[in-house]
Nanobody
């Protein structure tokens, strides 16, 4: 499964940004999808995940209430709506997919990241 993440960019603190993750030619309905991020000189960390059907979600405490993950199986796309962005949200964001839904990083399929930079 090839995943493509896009939507990153340079924004100011307090702004919003929406990331998209697509899997061309694949039915996203078969997979749980998660977003992870990795800031410079830091470990990769979990951000959010959504179940196969899109009805269940889980978030890292650091983004709860600001970030929202959603899944449109008809469009084979998963979104990460990021609001009230902070400089500490600056990172490369990756989407990942697996048959199992979890908040750990043992997802089987990974896409290339998209860079989000939040200036203060």
């Amino acid at each position: 499964v090839q995943l493509q993440a896009c939507g990153g960019g340079l924004v100011q603190a307090g702004d919003s940004l929406r990331l998209s993750c697509v899997a061309p030619g694949r039915a996203f309905s078969s997979y749980a999808v998660a977003w992870f991020r990795q800031a410079p000189v830091k470990e990769r960390e979990f951000v959010a995940a959504v179940t196969r059907g899109g009805g269940g979600t889980v978030y890292a405490d650091s983004v709860k209430g600001r970030f929202f993950i959603s899944k449109d199986n008809a469009k084979n796309t998963v979104y990460l709506q990021m609001n009230s962005l902070k400089p500490e949200d600056t990172a490369v964001y990756y989407c990942a997919a697996d048959y199992s839904f979890s908040a750990s990083d043992d997802y089987q399929y990974w896409g290339r990241g998209t860079l989000v930079t939040v200036s203060s």
